[in-house]
């Protein structure tokens, strides 16, 4: 109440006062001349605008005597900058450059706009020029090659991200700083980030091996963040524009379009957008031929709001919701032993209302409250072969979501962010049966107990001084979380574990250019809904039961590396271990008395695993003139001590290298090697997994590379680019996943601007 009483007086505190104006002019250090479409927006706060044709801005008048800006623009390196607020013309200057690695603008490492260079987390960055140019199918397969990211897909639908080592529900995934994980986000490959649709993303950031002293739970292998594009408010009158893009893929794969409107002025701003994607079967590479059923439908739409209230204030409402639609899981049908099985439908909303403001206390130097509806509605319509039967089951998950954020800057070299989350999640669960003949239904058992709710509150803080050539980090979090499950079947039951976590991390300036870090934090994972309620098939010869008296899974991960920047050169090169106890598993176990059901093994899931993953993660940049050179390998070797054998799903060595030229008149082309090693060492559960057991040879999952090119064209308001996958067409399947690669294939895309 006290936070919320607060934020009521800054409300009525910038409509009451006037203060100064900030605005000025964004020019090119080179040539001096100015440069148009900059984005300038105030650090934590979405108070944002783009600079004109003659590269003038304004954000308004601040009740501020001085601010933090970000500064950014296509082609150039991103700074972030205090200014003072005087009411006189501000001159930026911006250096020309084509690294982006190190220079790009970090908020999930910190929960702060941050330089990557700057901050001692290992981050991934792909920014919305990047996005533009790779037009990936899915977010998910954005990530694909990634520094430290390997995505495993166990159908065209899904694309589940591996993070040194961890997938599913030992990742984190979050939109626009709300978490994307829910009560019955399971462990292993899954689906659900495929459902924020790429047309409407601004930047994906990536912190690897941290984030639950900021985050929370799920937390172990690190936090994707997804951050969607937002309209900017205009200082020279107001603006109605928007866009229309189509997308083609060669072999039917895909046929796309969206479509976005934007109205903005100096206090409203408007960015609505709706995309309708239709994907056919995949056309995979050498002699595997067309991959079928793998084809599906999907539908988009998102909004979102900015209102000015005074000075500081801004106010945002946004929504969002993507549906997809007879999404067939490939292998079930080819090896599992269904006719159908297709997700229908698969369907995330989210709305969110998010209010933040500057102050000049250096205590609250900023608030932001935000208060989010998320809604997840999966969908699973199963029939298996020779049967008459048909099974349609339907998992929804509402989540509540209040967060109430504090900046501080109690000193010059001290900053510091600290909150209070508090998540509840709501299950509903249903099956039914029908016969084809008969036209019966039999109502059943849902996937998990109906009615079953998550409960998680948590208090944190993280700070970070600077002295001399010193950046010292540190934080902590408190969380409660509270499990409810109510099932006729097998009991009632209810946990309340709660966890305390902390980080430390040292950032040393070595030189101007380069700096070194180490880190150490801890980490747990809460258990949900689906561990303690799931009663179905998930695996094609695994049958599991619910489970009780289950406790958090934990990790206490130690990393080091260096960093350097510069405007030609700028690569990372970091070394990690991470330590998981009471890891949370499947152990044979009986229903009805007996060790089968249905045809397959019964197992249920124990605190039972002990396990150790460590790698070496490196990326590098290198530009000359218009050319740019980027490379990045990622090892993994993970084991489980407790089996006293590999750990599931460890990604083989994997990497890339490629160009990228960009010509004076606005035309450019990128080329890129991608490669993955051989994976020989196999759990008994990989060797065992249809997934997997039918590419291997000799046990070994084999290794492959492939090249792609991409090129692009701009001419005022209209953008082409073109692609060409795979040239060489080789077969191959990325490991772990349940489809093949592409094989050869093209891909057109068109941007009008208007």
Not at 222 to 232: K, N, T
Not at 320 to 326: E, S
Not at 636 to 647: D, V
Not at 714 to 740: E, P, T
Request: some cysteine.
């Amino acid at each position: 109440m006290i936070k919320v009483s607060a934020s009521f007086v800054f409300i009525l505190f910038s409509f009451l006062c006037f203060g100064q104006s900030f605005h000025g002019i964004v020019r090119d250090k080179n040539s001096q001349e100015p440069i148009a479409d900059v984005h300038i927006a105030l650090r934590n706060s979405a108070n944002g605008t783009i600079t004109d044709k003659g590269g003038n801005f304004s954000l308004g008048k601040l009740q501020k005597d001085s601010v933090e800006v970000q500064i950014s623009a296509i082609g150039y390196t991103s700074i972030v900058k205090k200014f003072s607020v005087n009411g006189s013309e501000q001159v930026i200057e911006l250096t020309p450059s084509a690294i982006q690695l190190n220079n790009a603008v970090t908020v999930t490492a910190l929960r702060s706009e941050r330089l990557a260079f700057d901050v001692s987390q290992s981050v991934t960055s792909l920014s919305y020029n990047q996005l533009k140019q790779l037009a990936p199918r899915s977010t998910p397969e954005a990530l694909m090659s990634e520094t430290g990211i390997w995505v495993q897909k166990t159908n065209h639908g899904g694309g589940s991200p591996i993070i040194r080592g961890l997938v599913g529900n030992q990742v984190l995934m979050m939109v626009d700083g709300i978490r994307l994980n829910n009560a019955t986000y399971r462990y292993g490959p899954n689906q659900y980030l495929s459902t924020v649709d790429p047309g409407m993303v601004e930047r994906i950031e990536v912190t690897r091996g941290a984030g639950s002293v900021l985050y929370g739970s799920d937390a172990l292998g690190g936090v994707i963040q997804v951050i969607s594009r937002a309209p900017s408010f205009r200082w020279d009158g107001l603006h109605i524009g928007g866009s229309a893009t189509g997308k083609w893929m060669s072999g039917g794969m895909e046929q796309s379009a969206r479509g976005e409107v934007e109205v903005s002025d100096k206090r409203v701003a408007f960015l609505g957008g709706f995309s309708a994607r239709n994907f056919g079967d995949i056309v995979a590479g050498g002699t595997l031929g067309t991959l079928t059923p793998t084809g599906y439908t999907e539908r988009s739409g998102d909004a979102k709001l900015l209102f000015r209230t005074g000075a500081n204030g801004i106010l945002t409402a946004a929504f969002q919701q993507l549906t997809q639609a007879d999404v067939p899981r490939y292998d079930q049908v080819v090896q599992g032993g269904f006719s159908v099985y297709n997700f229908e439908p698969q369907t995330r909303q989210l709305s969110y209302l998010k209010f933040e403001t500057a102050t000049k206390s250096k205590w609250v130097q900023s608030i932001r409250l935000t208060a989010s509806l998320n809604r997840s509605i999966e969908g699973l319509t199963s029939q298996k072969n020779n049967t008459t039967d048909s099974k349609k089951q339907s998992d929804e998950v509402t989540t509540m979501g209040w967060m109430a954020e504090l900046t501080s800057n109690p000193k010059t070299n001290w900053h510091a962010q600290s909150g209070i989350d508090y998540y509840a999640d709501n299950v509903s669960s249903n099956a039914k049966l029908t016969n084809a003949i008969t036209q019966s239904e039999t109502s059943q058992r849902g996937s998990y107990a109906d009615g079953a709710t998550v409960s998680n509150l948590a208090i944190y803080t993280n700070h970070q001084i600077d002295f001399n050539k010193f950046q010292l980090s540190a934080g902590a979090r408190f969380n409660s979380v509270k499990v409810s499950v109510s099932d006729d079947v097998f009991g009632n039951q209810s946990i309340n574990p709660f966890a305390l976590v902390g980080n430390a991390g040292v950032l040393y300036k070595l030189h101007p250019h380069l700096i070194a870090t180490v880190g150490i934090n801890t980490g747990f994972r809460a258990p949900n809904v689906d561990d303690m309620s799931k009663f179905g098939t998930v695996e094609a010869n695994v049958f599991e039961i619910p489970s009780a008296g289950l406790s958090p899974e934990r990790s206490l991960n130690i990393e080091g590396g260096f960093k350097y920047s510069s405007p030609r050169l700028s690569w990372t090169i970091t070394a990690y271990q991470t330590k998981l106890s009471q890891l949370i598993d499947r152990v044979p176990a009986t229903f009805n008395d007996l060790p089968t059901f249905d045809n397959r093994t019964v197992y249920q899931k124990q605190n039972v695993g002990e396990a150790m993953i460590q790698g070496l993660e490196a990326d590098a940049e290198f530009s000359v003139s218009s050319l740019k050179i980027f490379s990045n390998i990622t090892y993994t070797h993970g084991e489980n001590e407790t089996k006293r054998e590999p750990m599931r799903r460890i990604p083989p060595l994997f990497g890339k290298i490629g160009t990228h030229y960009v010509h004076p008149s606005g035309a450019w082309v990128r080329a890129e090697w991608v490669m993955a090693g051989k994976q020989n060492r196999l759990a008994a559960g990989d060797k065992s997994d249809a997934r997997i057991k039918i590419r291997l040879i000799d046990d070994t999952m084999p290794g492959w590379d492939i090249v792609n090119v991409y090129a692009g064209y701009s001419y005022k308001l209209v953008s082409v680019q073109l692609s060409v996958q795979n040239i060489f067409d080789k077969a191959y399947r990325v490991y772990a996943s349940g489809v093949d690669g592409y094989g050869r294939c093209m891909t057109a895309a068109m941007n009008l601007k208007f």
